[in-house]
T-cell receptor, first 110, second 113 residues
Framework: SQTIHQWPATLVQPVGSPLSLECTVE??????LYWYRQAAGRGLQLLFY??????ISSEVPQNLSASRPQDRQFILSSKKLLLSDSGFYLC?????????FGSGTQLSVL | KQEVTQIPAALSVPEGENLVLNCSFT??????LQWFRQDPGKGLTSLLL?????REQTSGRLNASLDKSSGRSTLYIAASQPGDSATYLC????????????FGKGTKLSVKP
C-alpha cells in the first residue's frame, strides 16, 4: 500500500535561518506531489506541485522553493526564513483524483 | 478565480444529532469535489470524493452531495458521535495535469457527549 512520510513533525526556527522539509512517498511511482501551507485562520494554500523529477511549478511568489531530486522525494526549502513563513506545512500526493496527505510539519519562525 | 466557502465556521451539537455541513464554490466547472477531516495538529484524511458527473457519495454514516450547477455540496453526518469532533474541509479540483485542490477554510465540529 502507498504511504507518505513527512518530517519533522514540529520545527522552531529563528528568523533568517534556512529550512528544509522532506516528504517521501512509498508504494507508487511517478506520483504528482504537492506542498500546501495552512496558516492560522486561513485555508490551505497550494505552494508547489511537481509532476515528475526536476519539474516544479510554483503557485505563489514567496520566500520558499521546492525540489524533486528523486521520483518519490519532494523537498521544501528556504534560504532565509521570515516570520510570515510560520504555519502548518503539508505534503500530498494524488491518485485517481484523490489527494492523500502526510501528517504535516508545524513550523514556528521566531 | 475559484473560491470555496464553508458555512458555518464552527458548529457544536449534542451526541446523536444528525447534522449538515455546507460548502459552496464560485466556478461550477469543477472536475471533482473532496471532503476531508482534520484533527488538531494532524494531516488531512480523505472522507469522500465526488466526481463532477455524480450527485452523491456515501461512506458509513457520511453522505456527501454535489449540485454542480448551483455550486454547492453538503456533508451529512448521521447519528453524530464525540469521535466525529474535528475540522471538516471541502476542496474542489479543476483537473488537468496538476490536479491541485482549492480548499475552503473548514467547519470546526464539536460533538458533545
Amino acid at each position: 500500500s502507498q504511504t507518505i512520510h513527512q518530517w519533522p513533525a514540529t520545527l522552531v526556527q529563528p528568523v533568517g535561518s534556512p529550512l528544509s522539509l522532506e516528504c517521501t512517498v512509498e508504494g507508487t511511482s511517478n506520483p504528482n506531489l504537492y506542498w500546501y501551507r495552512q496558516a492560522a485562520g486561513r485555508g490551505l494554500q497550494l505552494l508547489f506541485y511537481s509532476v515528475g523529477i526536476g519539474q516544479i511549478s510554483s503557485e505563489v511568489p514567496q520566500n520558499l522553493s521546492a525540489s524533486r531530486p528523486q521520483d518519490r522525494q519532494f523537498i521544501l526549502s528556504s534560504k532565509k526564513l521570515l516570520l510570515s513563513d510560520s504555519g502548518f506545512y503539508l505534503c500530498a500526493w494524488r491518485q485517481g483524483g484523490k489527494l492523500f496527505f502526510g501528517s504535516g510539519t508545524q513550523l514556528s519562525v521566531l | 478565480k475559484q473560491e470555496v466557502t464553508q458555512i458555518p465556521a464552527a458548529l457544536s451539537v449534542p451526541e446523536g444529532e444528525n447534522l449538515v455541513l455546507n460548502c459552496s464554490f464560485t466556478d461550477s466547472a469543477i472536475y471533482n469535489l473532496q471532503w476531508f477531516r482534520q484533527d488538531p495538529g494532524k494531516g488531512l484524511t480523505s472522507l469522500l470524493l465526488i466526481q463532477s458527473s455524480q450527485r452523491e457519495q456515501t461512506s458509513g454514516r457520511l453522505n456527501a452531495s454535489l449540485d454542480k450547477s448551483s455550486g454547492r455540496s453538503t456533508l451529512y453526518i448521521a447519528a453524530s458521535q464525540p469521535g466525529d469532533s474535528a475540522t471538516y474541509l471541502c476542496a474542489v479540483s479543476h483537473g488537468g495535469s496538476q490536479g491541485n485542490l482549492i480548499f475552503g477554510k473548514g467547519t470546526k465540529l464539536s460533538v458533545k457527549p
